[in-house]
């Protein structure tokens, strides 16, 4: 399943200040096969898979090889035309990538889509080209909803991310860190603080690695000196992606986002979420009712492969939590931005 090497991908289109600050490409379709950044070893090694069927896709889903929402729902969707090539049975792949990962939509999202165009009678052809299009109007999202945020932001402002919601994150770019290169670039952010996110360490290992291959000077702090920093005046936003986002505005996404709009509320510090419209679920009524995902209990337990715990000690590990839409001052998404969420807006901008 592994191969070594590869690039970063295209970057067409682009100018030359885009491209020192966006320049990696996780998720590349290689024509037959998935070709995806493997991000469970960065930043030690960049290493590349070749997943060459649809349950290789499910597998990498399911064990953080690819991991971020909409970059989940992108896989999800290439697995699919994946199988089409290869003559498998679409409804098995379907539900069997569904059950991949419970928290984030885009997956069911991508795969809600493709099987609209299947049950059309799109050939193998016609479904490589809906995945495309996913790809593609993922990375257009995420460069739209870059300059909205962006604009909420007065100049010389710090701000706090959490996670990784970058261009591995996504068909590029990024979502919140979409609005921070944005920011970056419009002389809006002067100062990025990225959390480390234990236990899996996406800010530490992953955003941090990407700023600072596209030269964004940013600082990690340990997920505990969140409040801290807050305290200090050091950031005016805090900017987060999401997994999830009800029909009330109340988002999950990564854990530890909860206890972030808290403080930032005490603090008196903005709370700005920012996802693509496929991250909408407005079939789900209120946070209560998301699933959020429990994972491995080692996870916890040992870093790096290496047991940092007692033997005989136990962990919870839930991997997502939601953040009620009452402490989020806006919401950020290619159609437009929604300032304190509620129902109301929501179905507004999203219907239903
Ligand atoms: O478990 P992960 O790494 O897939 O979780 C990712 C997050 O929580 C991100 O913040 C979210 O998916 C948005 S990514 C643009």
Request: glycine residues 10%; aromatic residues 4%.
């Amino acid at each position: 399943m592994s191969s070594p090497g590869g690039g970063f991908g295209d970057n067409v289109g682009m100018t030359t200040s885009d491209k020192n600050l966006d320049s990696i490409r996780a998720v590349q379709w290689q024509g037959d096969h998935l070709r995806l950044l493997d991000q469970r070893l960065l930043p030690s090694e960049e290493r590349w898979i070749d997943c060459r069927d649809a349950g290789q896709v499910t597998q990498a889903i399911r064990d953080l090889a690819v991991r971020g929402a909409p970059a989940i729902g992108i896989a999800a969707a290439w697995g699919v035309a994946m199988a089409a090539q290869q003559k498998i049975d679409l409804d098995d792949v379907l539900s069997t990538l569904r059950a991949a990962r419970p928290t984030a939509v885009n997956l069911m999202w991508a795969l809600d889509r493709m099987k609209k165009r299947i049950a059309a009678g799109a050939d193998a052809d016609a479904l490589l080209r809906e995945a495309q299009a996913i790809q593609d109007e993922d990375l257009a999202a995420n460069r739209r909803m870059g300059e909205l945020g962006a604009s909420l932001i007065t100049a010389h402002s710090g701000v706090l991310t959490h996670c990784n919601t970058g261009s591995l994150a996504t068909a590029g770019y990024g979502t919140a860190l979409g609005v921070i290169r944005a920011g970056v670039a419009g002389g809006q952010i002067d100062h990025v603080y990225a959390g480390e996110t234990r236990p899996w360490q996406q800010g530490a290992r992953l955003t941090m690695w990407e700023l600072v291959r596209d030269g964004i000077p940013a600082k990690l702090i340990a997920d505990s000196a969140a409040s801290h920093l807050m305290k200090s005046g050091a950031v005016q936003w805090v900017i987060v992606g999401a997994d999830r986002i009800a029909a009330n505005g109340d988002t999950a996404n990564k854990i530890g986002t909860y206890q972030l709009a808290i403080a930032a509320k005490y603090h008196g510090v903005k709370f700005m979420v920012v996802a693509p419209s496929s991250t909408v679920d407005m079939a789900t009524g209120t946070g209560e009712e998301i699933e959020i995902e429990l994972r491995d209990a080692t996870e916890l337990l040992s870093t790096a492969g290496q047991r940092t715990v007692v033997e005989g000690a136990q962990a919870w590990n839930p991997v997502f939590d939601v953040t009620p839409a009452e402490l989020i001052d806006a919401i950020v998404t290619e159609r437009g931005v929604i300032e304190r969420p509620n129902s109301i807006a929501m179905q507004a901008m999203f219907g239903w």
